[in-house]
Structure formats: structure tokens, C-alpha cells
């Protein structure tokens, strides 16, 4: 069983902004902004679109933000876009040197 | 930004052995870290092994003892040595570059490991 947990899915239309969450257990997760977030459409590798909790890598679209608070990282997708249905995981460290996925999200766009 | 590709995946028998590589072009796998994920068919992501920059390994505790990341600087080269594998330990593996210690900002293309009697 994951050390975070994502919701299942999330949907959205075209235009709109989602939040999906992510929530940790440890408080290694709680005190560090070491949290990752990765989009993966079907058949390819995943995407890193924030790392560090906040940071947006250089190319990716500043649709996509990230925030952090206590145990609960978030990711923000604005003006919903038809190619951001896809699943999205986060990632982070979680303590004695392990890092861990969440189980991930399905968003679909309506 | 740099490329990653894998091989090396394929069938295995339960309790065999598998060597992954992953040739890295366009920067130096000894400067970053370096990591392996998996993911199993419908499945989600999964951390399996990092390489610091010193040459420190960790491993998930689902591998812990059977799985060992290494790499080959003259070579530009990181590997993972499979051994004992289990039904379990069938996925794509992805070798990744790190952003830092604890994200990953290039991904191979990923290759097929099997284990099945």
C-alpha cells in the first residue's frame, strides 16, 4: 500500500481548472517540499511537470502549478485542455532514503 | 536535455537473472543521480533503485537483496541486476535521471521485463 494517496480520478471540461491531491503519511513527507508530480499518457514514459513541490521545469506550461501544505501536496491544471487527459502521479521522499509514488490519478476531460 | 535508452529487458523464469542497461547521450550519468522505476501492465509507478553521485545505492524494500543499480562512467552506462525474480517483478522498467535526489526529469522509453514459468 502507497505511503500517498491520490484520488482515483478527477474530471474536468475544456477551459476549466482542476486540483487533484496527494496525501502523505510520514513526517518526512510533512516537513520537506521534496514532493514530484509526473503527467503519463497511455503508452509512454511519464512527464515531470513539478518538482520540489512548487518548481516548473523549464518547457512545461505554466498551466500546471504545484503547492504544498502540511501533508497535502496539490497539482492545479488551469484552462483544461483535451491532451491533459492522462493518469498523474506524485512522487516524494518519504523517509530513510525511499522515495514512493502514489497510486495516481485519472483525469478526464468531459 | 539529453536521452536515455534501455535494454536488456525480456523472459525470465522464476528465480533467474536479468541485466538492464540504460545508455545515457547528452550528459554524464557519474554527476547525476540516477534512478530505476517500474510499472506493472495497468499498474502504477514504481520506485526501485537510485545511484547517488558518490555511488550510494538504495533500493525499495520490494527488492531489497535481489536488485543492484550500478553504473559504468566510461561507458555512460546504468544497469540493474535482477536476480531471484519473482511473477511479482514483471513490469516496463524506466531508467531515470534525477532533478536533484528525489525527482526525475528524463525517462527512457522503458523495456519489457517478464517473468513467467
Known amino acids: 500500500q502507497s505511503a500517498l494517496t491520490q484520488p482515483a480520478s478527477v474530471s474536468g471540461s475544456p477551459g476549466q481548472s482542476i486540483t487533484m491531491s496527494c496525501t502523505g503519511t510520514?513526517?518526512?513527507?510533512?516537513?520537506?517540499?521534496?514532493v514530484s508530480w509526473y503527467q503519463q499518457h497511455p503508452g509512454k514514459a511519464p512527464k515531470l511537470l513539478i518538482y520540489e513541490a512548487s518548481k516548473r521545469p523549464s518547457g512545461v506550461s505554466d498551466r500546471f502549478s504545484g503547492s504544498k501544505s502540511g501533508k497535502t501536496a496539490s497539482l492545479t491544471i488551469t484552462r483544461l485542455q483535451a491532451d491533459d487527459e492522462a493518469h498523474y502521479y506524485c512522487?516524494?521522499?518519504?523517509?530513510?532514503?525511499?522515495?514512493?509514488f502514489g497510486g495516481g490519478t485519472k483525469l478526464t476531460v468531459l | 536535455e539529453g536521452q536515455l535508452v534501455e535494454s536488456g529487458g525480456g523472459l525470465s523464469q522464476p528465480g533467474g537473472s536479468l541485466r538492464l542497461s540504460c545508455a545515457a547521450s547528452?550528459?554524464?550519468?557519474?554527476?547525476?543521480?540516477m534512478s530505476w522505476v517500474r510499472q506493472a501492465q495497468g499498474k502504477g509507478l514504481e520506485w526501485v533503485s537510485v545511484i547517488y553521485t558518490a555511488g550510494q545505492t538504495y533500493d525499495a524494500d520490494s527488492v531489497q537483496g535481489r536488485f543492484a543499480i550500478s553504473r559504468d562512467d566510461s561507458q555512460n552506462t546504468l544497469y540493474l541486476q535482477m536476480n531471484s525474480l519473482r511473477v511479482e517483478d514483471t513490469a516496463v522498467y524506466y531508467c531515470?535521471?534525477?532533478?536533484?535526489?528525489?525527482?526525475?526529469?528524463?525517462w527512457g522509453q522503458g523495456t519489457l521485463v517478464t517473468v513467467s514459468s
Open positions: 547528452g550528459f554524464s550519468v557519474s554527476v547525476n543521480y
Open positions: 512522487c516524494s521522499y518519504v523517509g530513510t532514503y525511499v522515495r514512493v
Open positions: 531515470a535521471r534525477g532533478i536533484g535526489p528525489y525527482a526525475f526529469d528524463v
Open positions: 510520514t513526517s518526512e513527507f510533512g516537513n520537506y517540499n521534496l
